[in-house]
């Protein structure tokens, strides 16, 4: 260890044991104090199960051959008969996990006039989860960037809110956000999310912006913001990241993908895809490469409703889909369960009994 860090962790061990035993905080309390660049995340400030640090290597130490590869699909869009009809071509029922339960994807809907709650219903009905992204969705997208904390009240619980009344969803099942435009506002959504009793939040940007630096920065997984991220964990532009300690509320993050000029995007509808063979070929690249082939970190997919108009695009994932759902190791779940998984990270030789992914039992079958 050099001097310079020996001096870091010295001034940090005396900081935070002069606030244990002056304060009588917890240790997440204490660093709340004095957080900044002294003071990282480490299992000595974060201790599983309950809290995780951000990092691209599986829980307790598994070993990635162990680890099921999980596929998040999520789409951020307004619910309507017209935009249901692509789900379930995405999704048929005869298409199952290795566990012999549906394949899943969660859906961040908002309250916009198009959207059609009878239609979220049928999703969450078939297994999906439904999850929060607004009332409005207003614009300009900056203007989420500095939304006061009522703002996000109004917009992301009242939102919650319309979900369970317009669809009879049993209160405490929709645990999940997303911000519009993927503009995090900082403490000031973080503490709404904490304070309404939110499981996760999935709105953080991380990763390369080219594909060639994937083999410096993998994916990574779910982490609890109990310790603040740095800014390599929430670098769109302009980051408006939270710097107070929110224990217990999870991150889940947008790991970037990329299209086939290597250029990264957070969201598929902005990678450069144009066939259908392009779309398969750039998701199967990326899914081998820096995920099943890697770490096993959750591989992310993540659409907006325009994407669906492009047909030669959609017609390659459907195909992506079904190509990867022939491996026994390969999972199609939503965030919630991704978080009930890093709760309790359990290998692939038990991971068919794995009660949290078989909570809707009236819908799994027999296992593959």
């Not at 199952?96 to 059609?116: L, S």
């Amino acid at each position: 260890m050099t001097r310079k860090n020996t001096g870091t962790w010295y001034i940090l061990f005396i900081l935070t044991a002069s606030c244990l035993l002056l304060r009588e905080l917890s240790p997440v309390a204490c660093y709340d104090l004095i957080s900044g660049p002294l003071a990282p995340c480490t299992e000595r400030f974060c201790q599983p199960p309950a809290c995780r640090c951000p990092s691209p290597n599986p829980p307790n130490n598994l070993n990635p051959s162990a680890v099921p590869q999980m596929v998040i699909v999520s789409f951020d869009l307004a619910v309507t008969a017209y935009v249901a009809s692509f789900f379930e071509q995405l999704f048929p029922i005869d298409i199952i996990n290795p566990n012999g339960c549906p394949i899943a994807a969660t859906f961040f809907v908002p309250d916009q006039e198009r959207t059609d709650y009878n239609d979220v219903r049928q999703l969450y009905a078939r297994g999906h989860e439904i999850a929060s992204n607004s009332q409005s969705r207003r614009q300009p997208p900056l203007w989420w960037n500095s939304a006061s904390y009522l703002d996000y009240v109004y917009e992301i619980y009242g939102q919650r809110i319309n979900l369970e009344t317009g669809t009879y969803i049993p209160e405490g099942k929709i645990t999940g956000m997303r911000v519009p435009y993927l503009q995090p506002g900082g403490n000031n959504m973080y503490r709404m999310l904490r304070d309404y009793n939110f499981t996760y939040d999935s709105s953080m940007v991380t990763g390369p912006t080219s594909a060639h630096n994937y083999a410096v920065f993998p994916p990574f997984y779910p982490f609890t913001l109990d310790i603040p991220p740095n800014n390599t964990l929430c670098d769109i532009y302009p980051s408006n990241c939270p710097n107070s300690s929110y224990p217990g509320l999870w991150e889940i993050p947008i790991n970037r993908m990329y299209g086939t000029d290597g250029q990264g995007c957070a969201m598929m509808d902005d990678c450069k895809v144009t066939t259908s063979d392009d779309t398969f070929n750039v998701l199967l690249a990326q899914f081998f490469s820096e995920y099943y082939n890697r770490k096993r970190a959750p591989y992310g997919l993540y659409f907006q409703g325009k994407w669906l108009e492009n047909n030669q695009a959609f017609d390659g994932l459907k195909r992506f889909i079904r190509y990867i759902n022939k491996m026994d190791d390969v999972f199609f779940v939503t965030g919630s369960q991704v978080i009930d998984w890093m709760k309790q990270p359990t290998p692939l030789s038990q991971i068919n009994s794995f009660a949290p992914w078989r909570s809707n039992s009236g819908l799994c079958g027999e296992k593959k």
